[in-house]
C-alpha cells in the first residue's frame, strides 16, 4: 500500500499495514510503526518516530530542523505516539541538544496548519485548533484545549483540562482545569463543561472552585493562597495537581 510515485528511503524502517500516498517523502533514520496513514504529499525527515495507528493529512512535515539558531545539527528527534490525527500543513519539528527531542503523546488532534516547535511536550487527548502555534520547549499536559490562532511563547505550560480562547496569545502559564482567554490573557473561570464531560463529580469541581477562588479572588500572595488551598481543600490528585503546578511555574501563572 505504497504508492510508487513516494520516496522511501532503503534505511527507513516501515511497520506492517501502512498506507504512503503519492509524493509522499520518507528519509532515512525515519521509524513508522504499524496501521499508519500517510495521506498525499506528507513529508517524514530523518529522525521522525512514529507510532502505530496515526494519520497525516496532505502537507503535514513532521521531523524538520528546529527554527532555533544554537541548533548546530545534532541528532535529535520528533516522537509521535499513536492514534493522533495531523491535519494538513502541521509542521512538528524535532529537537534541540536542550532536550534532544520534541514528543507528541497519543490520541490528539492537531488541526490544519499548527506548529509544534523544537522540544515541545504534548500530552495525550489534546486537541488544537487550526494555525495555534506553539513555541521551543512549551509543555502542554492531557487532555487540553487550545482553540484556534492560539500562539504560546517559549517555555511556557499548558494544564490539563484547560480550555483556551481561540485568538489568544499567552507568555504565562495556565494551570490546569480552567478557562483562559480575552486581551490580554486572563483566568474565567473553571472549564466546567470539560471537566463533567470528562466524569468529574460535583464535588470535585467545587473542590478545585475553591482552590482556585484563593489563587484569584483573594488578596493572598501564590505562596498564602498555596498554604491556605492546603488547609482548606479536601486533597486529591487533582487538588495536588494544582498546587504543584502553580507552586512550580517558572514564568508565572496568567492572571
Known sequence: MISPLAFIDPEAVIGENCEIGPFSFVDKNVVIGDNNVLMNSVTLLSGTRLGNGNTLFPGAVIGAVPQDLKFRGEETTAEIGDNNK??????????????????????????????????????SGIIMGNSTKLAGEVVVDDNAILSAVVLVHQFCHIGGYTMVQGGSRTSKDIPPFVMAGKEPISYFGLNVVGLRRRGFCNELIDNIHHAY?????????????????????????????IIDFVGSSQRGIIR
Open 86 to 123: 495531523i491535519r494538513e500543513n502541521v509542521t512538528i519539528h524535532r529537537g534541540t541538544a536542550s532536550k534532544g527531542k520534541t514528543v507528541v503523546g497519543s490520541n490528539n488532534l492537531i488541526m490544519e496548519n499548527a506548529h509544534v516547535a523544537h522540544d515541545c511536550v504534548l500530552g
Open 213 to 241: 477562588r484563593l489563587i484569584y479572588n483573594s488578596n493572598l500572595k501564590v505562596a498564602e493562597a498555596i498554604q491556605q488551598i492546603k488547609e482548606e481543600v479536601p486533597m486529591s490528585k487533582e487538588i495536588e495537581y
